[in-house]
T-cell receptor
């Protein structure tokens, strides 16, 4: 399968614990995005990478959140000291780039439940 | 924050009928994209329409874009039970390509 993959698909953790999610984009895509989606809402942008450079972060991304994309390949999103409000679906997407025709392809998401 | 609104929030139709969903947005865009999401799953890309296009077709899908009204519509013709899902519009602006999503329309197609 050559689509975007995410791991794990589900994560249940206790409040205060740290969690890390991984995203593997489509191999030739240089852009990578993280979004968060809560129940009944559309996804909200968290952060964006162009190759290995993190070029934009949303205000939603508090200092407990950190994302990396070493070597411009896979990406990780870490949440430290999780809170119940962090419970959501975390979606990763990748794209080739290009302002007017840039299609983002999404992974299946990681559903986080913080108890 | 969400870019705009989708209308209706929920839609229930019989198989074979057409479904129309509308999306409004607030700022200038490079393109507008429609996605489908089955319950608890990832988003599937349906169609992209550029800001200089007015209409686009893909199979049973027809998308229109009116940049003067900052609105778009998605028409699904001859709906099937498998079309049951949530549908989201998303706009892209600026250089990063980040998408700003609406709240979605939940479509139920009854067999």
């Amino acid at each position: 399968d050559t689509g975007v993959s995410q791991d794990p698909r589900h994560k249940i953790t206790k409040r205060g614990q740290n969690v890390t999610f991984r995203c593997d984009p489509i191999s030739e895509h240089n852009r990578l995005y993280w979004y968060r989606q809560t129940l009944g809402q559309g996804p909200e942008f968290l952060t964006y990478f162009q190759n290995e450079a993190q070029l934009e972060k949303s205000r939603l991304l508090s200092d407990r959140f950190s994302a990396e994309r070493p070597k411009g390949s896979f990406s990780t999103l870490e949440i430290q000291r999780t809170e119940q409000g962090d419970s959501a679906m975390y979606l990763c997407a990748s794209s080739l780039g290009g302002a007017y025709t840039d299609t983002q392809y999404f992974g299946p998401g990681t559903r986080l439940t913080v108890l | 924050s969400q870019q705009g609104e989708e209308d209706p929030q929920a839609l229930s139709i019989q198989e074979g009928e057409n479904a129309t969903m509308n999306c409004s947005y607030k700022t200038s865009i490079n393109n507008l994209q429609w996605y489908r999401q089955n319950s608890g799953r990832g988003l599937v890309h349906l169609i992209l329409i550029r800001s200089n296009e007015r209409e686009k077709h893909s199979g049973r899908l027809r998308v229109t874009l009116d940049t003067s009204k900052k609105s778009s519509s998605l028409l699904i013709t001859a709906s099937r039970a498998a079309d049951t899902a949530s549908y989201f519009c998303a706009t892209a602006a600026g250089n990063t390509g980040k998408l700003i999503f609406g709240q979605g329309t939940t479509l139920q197609v009854k067999p």
